[in-house]
């Protein structure tokens, strides 16, 4: 006899050429199907030793109280705004009588598959995650979602997968902060920004750019780099600064790489604002402890966690059906500080 780890009803869907639907109906004894498909599909799950998930089982009984463990994923915990959604999850979750079981990714694809593997392995009742970096594949995503189990992304989504998830407005956060330094009297606009096969790298980039061409401003390739932390930042800004025609201000995708672009420019020389406009995107601690302090896009962290834990405890109780997406927006706004002029 046959015994393939993992089995999910879309697997015998795909070999047996019918929809999971079908699949569903056949192991109810559905009247739907006929004896003979019934009979078929329900001898392919015996053989391969198929198992129905005991969450998503869990799920479709009232009576039944799921395990309250919800797995979350971060990138990265020592980035500050990882970390205040962190707090946020955590915050609704309590309050709801729910404990977090939590890793780090480390902005390892392989990682993430391991950890996405090892939290259904440990009967978690539902997983919110934000995506690393470096993943390009979404199979790890999908497989918990046709086990039935809940998945909720923030702040960088899988579009691979049609799931719920919290973001914040990254394109008109971004659009408004360059907006403001073009108001401002700047003209040559740097973008530092994320990877473009994140959904959040396109939209900030997209912002970043539409903001320019309002404004009358052609973007430029020169002063364009995927560059999101401070210690790239401070490799590229030097050479940017003396380039014949260097620019007047930069928009960082986060405040980490404003505040690498920050250090660069003072140790050059460079007057900040006077010389030279910096943007950042987050608002955490740190902007206010460099100088000057930091113009930045404030993005609610705290908040982006408490609407993922609520969207999430929602479909494991109900509320929320669980094959229902919900996209929620946080809005976003721009803190004026001494970065800018």
Request: charged residues 30%; glycine residues 6%.
């Given at each position: 006899?046959?015994?393939t780890?993992?089995?999910?009803?879309?697997d015998?869907?795909?070999e047996l050429g019918v929809?999971?639907?079908t699949?569903?109906?056949a192991?109810?004894d559905?009247?739907?199907?006929s004896a003979e498909?019934?009979e078929?599909?329900k001898?392919?799950?015996?053989?391969?030793k198929?198992?129905?998930?005991?969450?998503a089982k869990?799920l479709?009984?009232?009576?039944?109280q799921p395990p309250?463990?919800?797995g979350?994923?971060v990138?990265?915990?020592t980035?500050f705004y990882?970390?205040?959604?962190l707090a946020?999850?955590e915050e609704e979750?309590s309050?709801?009588?729910?404990?977090?079981?939590i890793?780090?990714s480390?902005e390892k694809?392989?990682?993430e598959?391991?950890?996405?593997?090892?939290?259904?392995?440990?009967?978690v009742?539902?997983?919110i995650?934000?995506q690393a970096?470096n993943?390009i594949k979404?199979?790890?995503?999908?497989?918990?979602?046709?086990?039935g189990?809940p998945?909720?992304?923030?702040?960088?989504i899988s579009?691979?997968?049609?799931a719920?998830?919290?973001v914040v407005?990254?394109?008109?956060?971004?659009?408004?902060?360059?907006?403001?330094?073009?108001?401002?009297?700047?003209?040559r606009?740097?973008y530092?920004?994320?990877?473009?096969n994140l959904?959040?790298?396109?939209n900030r980039y997209?912002?970043?750019?539409?903001?320019?061409l309002?404004?009358?401003?052609?973007?430029?390739?020169?002063l364009?780099?995927?560059?999101?932390?401070?210690?790239d930042?401070?490799?590229?800004t030097?050479?940017l600064?003396?380039m014949?025609?260097?620019?007047d201000a930069?928009?960082?995708?986060?405040?980490?790489t404003?505040?690498g672009?920050?250090?660069?420019c003072?140790?050059?020389g460079f007057?900040?604002?006077?010389?030279?406009s910096i943007?950042?995107?987050?608002n955490?601690?740190?902007?206010?402890s460099c100088?000057?302090?930091?113009?930045?896009?404030?993005?609610?962290?705290?908040?982006v966690g408490e609407e993922?834990a609520n969207i999430?405890i929602e479909?494991?109780e109900?509320?929320?059906?669980?094959?229902?997406v919900?996209?929620?927006v946080?809005?976003t706004?721009?803190?004026?500080?001494g970065?800018t002029?």
């Open positions: 006899m046959n015994e780890p993992n089995l999910t009803m879309k015998i869907a795909r929809s999971i639907a699949v569903s109906r192991l109810k559905s009247p739907r199907i498909k019934r078929e599909i001898k392919y799950a015996r053989e391969h198929f198992l129905p998930n005991m969450i869990t479709r009984r009232s009576k039944i309250k463990i919800i979350v994923i990138p990265e915990f980035h990882f970390s205040s959604i946020g999850i979750a309050a709801r009588g729910y404990s977090l079981m890793a780090q480390n694809y392989e990682r598959v391991k950890i996405c593997k090892s939290f259904h392995e440990n009967k009742c539902g997983i995650v934000s970096k993943s979404h199979d790890h995503f999908q497989r918990l979602m046709d086990y189990l998945l909720v992304f923030y702040d960088r579009t691979g997968v049609n719920s998830r919290v407005d990254d394109y008109m956060g971004t659009f408004t902060a360059v907006s403001h330094l073009v108001g401002t009297g700047c003209k606009i740097a530092f920004g994320m990877p473009m959904e959040i790298g396109k997209n912002g970043y750019k539409d903001a320019l309002k404004h009358g401003l052609k973007p430029d390739d020169d364009t780099f995927i560059c999101d932390n401070r210690a930042a401070e490799l590229i030097p050479d600064m003396n014949s025609n260097p620019p930069f928009f960082a995708v986060n405040d980490e404003a505040i672009i920050l250090y660069s003072k140790r050059m007057r900040v604002p006077e010389d030279i943007c950042g995107f987050t955490g601690e740190r902007a206010v100088d000057p302090m930091l113009t930045t896009v404030e993005q609610l962290g705290t908040r993922a999430l479909k494991v109900g509320t929320i059906p669980i094959d229902k919900e996209k929620r946080v809005r706004r721009l803190i004026i500080r970065t002029r």
